[in-house]
């Protein structure tokens, strides 16, 4: 539904939140109730400016983003207490209300308002109570990588290694990451639920790449030595074998030396909590093995909603 420019929403009885935009004092951008999600888009068409109205009910909501933000330069956005990426300028303090949505169960996209800070209390405990789960920090903005934090947050985490950038692209230490494009290796984050490659902080589509993965899902860990050390994780799904590389000999042994032994504590308790695997796309597979084409939210959590983060909650 579209309105022209200076078009009022003034019936606010059935709405339990009507917000403003705090950069541009646009009144009810956002507007919540028992039932629906209401945003109103500006738009710009040539010379034409006109507003969208798009509702979403929430059942269509899958996960979504409660959370303190700082408005830049050119409309951006970015987490309040982060450090702003190159480029960004800081305007001004506000809240985002972000959420990733599945509309008749076929499409999948992501849509936003910026309300006041003083807001935020308000419209995430609105958020929760219709939704009966929490907010996924940092979603808005990180994507996979979100959910991934989310989970190891929740975890005991064990060892966290941050692993070089050469191996992570099975390439030689010759190899240099872009500093334009924040890219690095992900932190390998051993817990006793599970492990995890954490790219978050990193590039946007080094974010997505991010993934978790429950303990039960491997089979075993074992060493591949040859021209270049790996580790190989044998998963119990279609035989299928994911070879990290660890060019460095005794960072070779440090790794695997944790990962067996936490794997095979797992094995040994029968009272360690089973995790939802967080898997971009197929992310590691056979068919995908680099980030090239990854989208974001593209994983099991994210079409299933999350939280929850626990195989057997609902």
């Keep these: 539904m579209e309105f022209e420019e200076g078009t009022e929403f003034e019936d606010d009885t059935q709405w339990d939140y009507v917000g403003q935009d705090p950069t541009t004092q646009r009144r009810a951008e956002l507007r919540i109730n028992d039932s629906t999600v209401e945003f109103l888009l500006p738009r710009r068409k040539g010379l ?14 899958v996960s979504y983003d409660c959370s303190e933000i700082v408005v830049c330069n050119k409309e951006q956005t970015w987490p309040l207490g982060e450090p702003l990426p190159k480029g960004m300028k800081p305007k001004t303090e506000a809240a985002i209300f972000f959420a990733f949505l599945r509309a008749k169960e076929e499409a999948f996209f ?39 934090r989310y989970v190891i947050d929740r ?7 941050r692993l070089k950038w050469h191996d992570w692209l099975k390439a030689g230490p010759s190899t240099k990451p872009n ?7 992900p932190d390998l984050v051993v817990c006793k639920e599970g492990m995890a490659f954490d790219f978050y902080g990193a590039g946007p589509k080094l974010e997505q790449m991010s993934t978790f993965w429950p303990w039960r899902l491997i089979k075993e860990i074992t060493p591949l030595t040859g021209e270049v050390n790996e580790i190989a994780y044998v998963w119990h799904e279609d035989n299928y074998t994911f070879k990290q590389q660890v060019w460095d000999m005794e960072e ?7 990962l067996k032994r936490v794997h095979q504590q797992y094995l040994r ?40 983060i626990f195989e057997d909650e609902p």
């Design 48 to 61: 034409k400016k006109y507003t969208v109205v798009f509702d979403a009910k929430w059942p269509e909501i």
């Design 110 to 148: 992501q849509i936003w308002a910026v309300i006041p800070r003083e807001d935020l209390p308000r419209v995430t405990s609105l958020a929760e109570e219709y939704l009966s789960r929490p907010p996924v920090p940092g979603l808005a903005h990180h994507g996979t990588a979100a959910a991934v």
């Design 155 to 161: 975890c005991n985490v064990v060892e966290r290694f």
């Design 179 to 185: 500093p334009k494009f924040r890219e690095r290796g």
């Design 252 to 258: 070779h042994g440090t790794l695997l030396d944790t």
């Design 269 to 308: 308790d029968d009272t360690v909590p089973e995790l939802k695997l967080i898997r971009p796309w197929s992310f590691p597979s056979r068919f995908h093995e680099t980030w090239d084409h990854l989208q974001p939210f593209a994983s099991k959590a994210s079409r299933e909603g999350f939280p929850p």
